[in-house]
T-cell receptor
């Protein structure tokens, strides 16, 4: 079993839709949860990170962590074609950003 | 955010040759750099962590004699794939940073014929 599971997609939505991206994990030691966005031929860039359980909102993006279910989500409101990219979840234990374990990434396509 | 570059962006080589990939932090000094590998439809997998001026720490299953990492300065780390074979064909990506964030390079596509 992989430590982090993520549906690779692609996920196709129309412009303006609410997008839900999810990851599940098996390692209960994970405490830091990150979402990265990766455009084609570019490196991943950090969107948001959350420590432990709870919600975090930043503009159109909301990250949720449910440690009891070992399940994290990223919601994108009012999705735009420019949001089309691969979204990777990543996690780490108490080392913060030192040793990241990534999901496979979900490819999102937002059509105009 | 900070900028990390990689060179080359892609490379094709013959089996048995060695390939060097450079990772540079352009606008900050990185005491720690990380090297990842990503096979098609798989996750980014951490290969090793390198700290400036010291030996790299390799993840389990990564051959340190095959993947040589040098972090001689605060802005440059190199990964050398020695005696490359077709199974080493992959996407290699570096990052720089530390406790608060990692900044990723654009990656290097290695194809070994």
């Amino acid at each position: 079993q992989k430590e982090v599971e993520q549906d690779p997609g692609p996920l196709s939505v129309p412009e303006g839709a609410i997008v839900s991206l999810n990851c599940t994990y098996s390692n209960s030691a994970f405490q830091y949860f990150m979402w990265y966005r990766q455009y084609s031929r570019k490196g991943p860039e950090l969107l948001m990170y959350t420590y432990s359980s709870g919600n975090k909102e930043d503009g159109r993006f909301t990250a949720q962590v449910d440690k009891s279910s070992k399940y994290i989500s990223l919601f994108i409101r009012d999705s735009q074609p420019s949001d089309s990219a691969t979204y990777l979840c990543a996690m780490s234990d108490g080392t913060g950003f030192q040793k990241l374990v990534f999901g496979t990434g979900t490819r999102l396509l937002v059509s105009p | 955010g900070a900028v990390v570059s990689q060179h080359p962006s892609w490379v094709i080589c013959k089996s048995g040759t060695s390939v060097k990939i450079e990772c540079r932090s352009l606008d900050f000094q990185a005491t720690t750099m990380f090297w990842y590998r990503q096979f098609p439809k798989q996750s980014l997998m951490l290969m090793a962590t390198s700290n400036e001026g010291s030996k790299a720490t390799y993840e389990q299953g990564v051959e340190k004699d095959k993947f040589l990492i040098n972090h001689a300065s605060l802005t440059l780390s190199t990964l050398t794939v020695t005696s490359a074979h077709p199974e080493d064909s992959s996407f290699y990506i570096c990052s720089a940073g530390g406790n608060n964030e990692q900044f990723f390079g654009p990656g290097t596509r290695l194809t070994v014929l």
